[in-house]
């Protein structure tokens, strides 16, 4: 039982390994930075999408669960996620190019994914600013009945966070154009949903989902404790090292290991197998898919049962 424990553990944690590489040897550009001056420009276009997006994914899940009804747990969960990259509820950010319309700043949504850059990030941390400590505010409104977009949009961007209130600024005459909008691969694109699949996965407690970005900035903390905190414990252990990435000690990883293997056992038999079929069939799809052996289709279908 033990040796099935282990192996559970180490399968899952080698199968995200190789995905994490891949993911970060596809980029080796800068970690892109939150532009902080645009968003007083953006927040209200932000505010507006977020109540789009928000209400076109609870008509989602509406669908999805009839004839049952949309708890209001998913409802939190879904304004908790909405404004997270990392998540499937924040993909609609990746789509969204800022555009300058004169005087003003505007989302236009593009019809493919887009890479994660400057812009992406600024939108990212806009909607954060926007939703707050809403997310239960939103979840009790869209809880109580059918709620239109623009009910839904008047509530959040004026009644909440107020950011539609008043005049918009104006922008500047000698701001310095943002990037252009660049494509995702489908390639980068599909691994990062592995991945995102894979945070929520049963029997993989912890796990967490890093972007390219994080991941070429530096070696992520795997243990899920707070980085701040294994930081001052380890302040005088940290070895100088030159360069993105800092080597943390052999005995740090070994105790993650282990602290993985232990939450693994207090798991129930069937969560283990339940997180040995997800792994499985991770893991051939994708073996077929980076062999060329499946098409876009199969992709979908990987995803799916993700």
Wanted: aromatic share 6%.
């Amino acid at each position: 039982m033990a040796q099935f424990l282990a192996r559970s553990a180490l399968m899952g944690v080698l199968l995200w390994s190789i995905l994490a590489f891949v993911a970060a040897k596809s980029s080796k550009s800068a970690p892109a930075v939150v532009r902080k001056e645009d968003i007083k420009y953006i927040k209200c276009a932000v505010c507006t999408e977020i109540a789009k997006e928000l209400s076109r994914q609870f008509d989602k899940k509406r669908s999805e669960a009839a004839p049952k009804q949309v708890s209001e747990f998913q409802i939190i969960e879904l304004a908790e996620n909405i404004c997270n990259l990392k998540k499937f509820e924040g993909e609609w950010i990746l789509y969204e190019d800022i555009v300058e319309q004169g005087d003003t700043l505007a989302l236009v949504r593009q019809e493919e994914e887009g890479e994660c850059k400057t812009e992406c990030k600024t939108i990212e941390k806009a909607c954060q600013e926007v939703i707050g400590y809403h997310d239960t505010d939103i979840a009790e409104f869209m809880y109580k009945g059918a709620v239109s977009v623009d009910e839904l949009s008047n509530y959040l961007c004026k009644d909440l966070s107020k950011a539609c209130r008043g005049k918009i600024p104006s922008v500047p005459k000698d701001r310095v154009p943002g990037e252009a909008f660049m494509v995702k691969s489908s390639k980068d694109a599909e691994i990062e949903r592995i991945m995102k699949s894979m945070s929520d996965m049963p029997g993989a407690p912890g796990m967490k989902v890093y972007s390219k970005d994080d991941l070429m900035n530096g070696i992520p903390n795997f243990s899920g404790e707070d980085e701040d905190e294994d930081d001052d414990e380890e302040e005088d252990d940290m070895p100088q090292t030159k360069g993105k990435f800092q080597t943390k000690p052999a005995d740090k990883y070994t105790s993650h290991s282990q602290s993985i293997i232990a939450a693994i056992k207090s798991r129930t038999q069937k969560a283990l197998s339940t997180a040995q079929k997800h792994v499985k069939n991770a893991s051939n799809r994708l073996q077929q898919w980076w062999s060329g052996a499946s098409n876009s289709k199969n992709m979908e279908s990987a995803t799916a049962e993700l």
